[in-house]
């Protein structure tokens, strides 16, 4: 229904709409129905032109890429972080800021699998260990 709705409408006019009911739906406390909504909104918007429509179907991926992270729901974070990865290469100039923010979620994904040889988090946390061993050397030492 949600699909057929949005083909009558101009894409502007769906941008704001769309980006208004993620704005409305990233408060809601039921992970699965915002999982489930963002789903919907990435069908809907799956395979159309429109730079604006674009957008929010990346804004869609990202919170449900959030939603499954507290889920827990490493595969299926893995897949949507694949599909923006490959939305952002497509056109990396203008959609860097997407970049950026799918690496952030890929680096919380990994930090939370204690996943370190994959991004970049290995050697800061690889600093604070070597911080703690010293501290508790020092400790030891008095």
Same mark, same amino acid.
């Given at each position: #229904?949600?699909?057929? +709705?949005?083909?009558?409408?101009?894409?502007?006019?769906? !941008?704001?709409?769309?980006?208004?009911?993620? &704005?409305?739906?990233?408060?809601?406390?039921?992970?699965? %129905?915002? *999982? +489930? %909504?963002?789903?919907?909104? #990435?069908?809907?918007? &799956?395979?159309?032109?429109?730079?604006?429509?674009?957008?929010?179907?990346?804004?869609?991926?990202?919170?449900?890429? !959030?939603? =499954?992270?507290?889920?827990? &729901?490493?595969?299926? @974070?893995?897949?949507?972080? *694949?599909?923006?990865?490959?939305?952002?290469?497509? &056109?990396?100039?203008?959609?860097?800021?997407? #970049? @950026? $923010?799918?690496?952030?979620? $890929?680096? +919380? #994904?990994? !930090? !939370? =699998?204690?996943? %370190?040889?994959?991004?970049? @988090?290995?050697? @800061?946390?690889?600093? +604070?260990? /070597?911080? /703690?061993?010293?501290?508790?050397? $020092?400790? /030891?030492?008095?």
């Amino acid at each position: #229904m949600l699909c057929a +709705q949005l083909r009558s409408i101009r894409d502007n006019d769906k !941008a704001k709409g769309v980006k208004d009911m993620l &704005d409305t739906i990233k408060n809601c406390p039921d992970l699965s %129905f915002r *999982k +489930q %909504f963002c789903r919907s909104i #990435m069908n809907a918007l &799956d395979g159309t032109t429109s730079t604006t429509l674009l957008a929010e179907w990346a804004r869609a991926s990202k919170l449900l890429a !959030a939603n =499954l992270l507290e889920l827990q &729901d490493w595969s299926a @974070v893995a897949k949507v972080i *694949k599909a923006l990865k490959d939305y952002c290469n497509a &056109d990396l100039g203008r959609r860097a800021n997407h #970049m @950026v $923010e799918t690496y952030t979620i $890929e680096i +919380q #994904m990994y !930090a !939370a =699998l204690e996943n %370190f040889k994959k991004t970049a @988090v290995r050697t @800061v946390v690889r600093g +604070q260990r /070597e911080r /703690e061993r010293e501290r508790e050397r $020092e400790n /030891e030492r008095e």
